[in-house]
């Protein structure tokens, strides 16, 4: 009989008792909301990536990292809201208490 290994859900309840992988998978959440978020409101105005940056006064690559929730080169508060504003929307920040 074989032995079941963790889901993935179960690992990642296990690992975030640690603070440092917490802090840092919270991190990459917020990236992929962001980037989901991105998609989907340029895919509903019916605009391409290259569109949405000339639009914006970014480049296209900006947005393709957008997109994808790139952690390397994150870009500013600003330009994320200048982006989102570009799509009718504009971003407000919620702080909410770590529980």
């Known amino acids: 009989m074989k032995k079941q290994g ?3 859900k179960q ?3 296990s690992k975030k008792k640690s ?3 917490k802090l840092a998978y919270e991190e990459v959440q917020m ?3 962001i980037a989901h978020l991105l998609e989907s409101l340029r895919l509903k105005a019916g605009l391409t ?3 949405l940056a000339k639009k914006a006064g970014v480049s296209q ?3 393709a990292r957008l997109e994808r929730g ?3 080169r994150v870009p500013t508060l600003s330009t ?3 982006v989102f504003i570009c799509l009718g929307y504009e971003v407000d920040l919620v702080l909410k208490a770590v529980a």
């Open 19 to 21: 603070n440092e992988f």
């Open 11 to 13: 690992y990642v309840k």
């Open 80 to 82: 994320i809201n200048k």
């Open 31 to 33: 990236h992929l909301k």
């Open 6 to 8: 963790k889901s993935l």
């Open 49 to 51: 990536q290259d569109q």
């Open 70 to 72: 790139d952690q390397e």
């Open 61 to 63: 690559p900006m947005i």
